[in-house]
């Protein structure tokens, strides 16, 4: 199947909020927004695979919550919407989160869904419709009509954490939790009384097996000691879960570092402060240096 770039925002509805859901869709296309939404963009032929293909080709998907939607996602009135809601929830579950975001948009004062939507940032346009639509549109890559010069503040790993983030809720309320050990080092602890470097920690994109073969980030001393190195899943779980972090520490994620634009590779830290628990980022070239006390989580 040949590659489909990710392009679209799609819309997805009860009908019974169509006339608002309209609104929706023409203000974010107002705001430059590259907005797909079936009453406007389905052709003649049969519906299911236009569907799947323009979720397929979408960095967003956009479902708009209302009391009808709701009870649409709670499995009463089973029907387009439910299949809709599905195909995101397989989506949240299987993409890859860098390419991929569930955003829920209230029209109302209404709950916020079900487990499977809750977790992700919601926008309540009923709060301020067309500020909060302002908003909306510069996070999905449009512009704000009340000011021009608004942009998407965020660097590139919270945008990431944007989505991945809230597909992490949604497996801890659902009480679906990784059952990969975690084991966490200092740098001292795996060998370096004196510290090193990230490439030594977590190997490098050059590394090679033993036929000379590319085998990125497996030259590290964890794997050489038996360990593996975290998936995004596992980072994101573990935060949910490490609710008694001790005040001041900073924990770094043994992981394939996620590369910026701009080349630099980040890793993710797992923090807890005066604000409270966190998860951010940390550059981690391979020629970075760690400190002896400076603590790494590896899987088991």
Not at 52 to 76: D, H, M, P, Q, W
Not at 117 to 139: R, T
Not at 206 to 230: K, Y
Request: aromatic share 10%.
């Amino acid at each position: 199947m040949p590659f489909l770039e990710r392009e679209y925002v799609f819309i997805s509805y009860a009908h019974e909020n169509l006339e608002q859901v309209l609104k929706v869709y023409e203000g974010l296309k107002k705001r430059k927004v590259n907005v797909w939404i079936d009453k406007r963009d389905l052709v003649p032929g049969r519906w299911k695979p236009q569907i799947f293909k323009a979720i397929s080709r979408s960095k967003y998907f956009v479902i708009c919550l209302s009391n009808a939607a709701i009870k649409k996602t709670s499995g009463e009135k089973p029907g387009f919407q439910d299949e809709e809601l599905q195909t995101a929830w397989e989506f949240a579950r299987e993409q890859d989160e860098r390419g991929f975001t569930i955003i829920p948009v209230r029209l109302e004062d209404c709950g916020r869904g079900d487990m499977r939507l809750s977790g992700w940032q919601q926008y309540d346009l009923f709060e301020d419709w067309e500020g909060v639509l302002d908003k909306l549109a510069v996070n999905l890559g449009g512009i704000s009509l009340s000011d021009v010069a608004a942009i998407d503040e965020r660097t590139e790993i919270e945008k990431i954490l944007a989505g991945m983030i809230g597909k992490a809720e949604i497996f801890y309320a659902a009480g679906i939790k990784s059952e990969v050990k975690i084991i966490i080092l200092s740098v001292a602890n795996l060998g370096f009384a004196e510290g090193t470097t990230t490439g030594k920690i977590i190997g490098t994109e050059q590394d090679t097996d033993q036929d000379g073969n590319a085998a990125p980030f497996t030259g590290g001393i964890g794997q050489q000691l038996g360990l593996e190195l975290c998936t995004q899943e596992v980072t994101l779980n573990y935060r949910l879960q490490y609710k008694d972090q001790p005040l001041g520490e900073r924990l770094y994620v043994a992981m394939k570092p996620i590369t910026t634009s701009n080349g630099e590779p980040r890793i993710f830290v797992l923090g807890h402060n005066a604000n409270g628990l966190s998860l951010d980022d940390a550059r981690a070239r391979p020629d970075d240096k760690w400190q002896p006390n400076d603590k790494f989580m590896f899987c088991l």
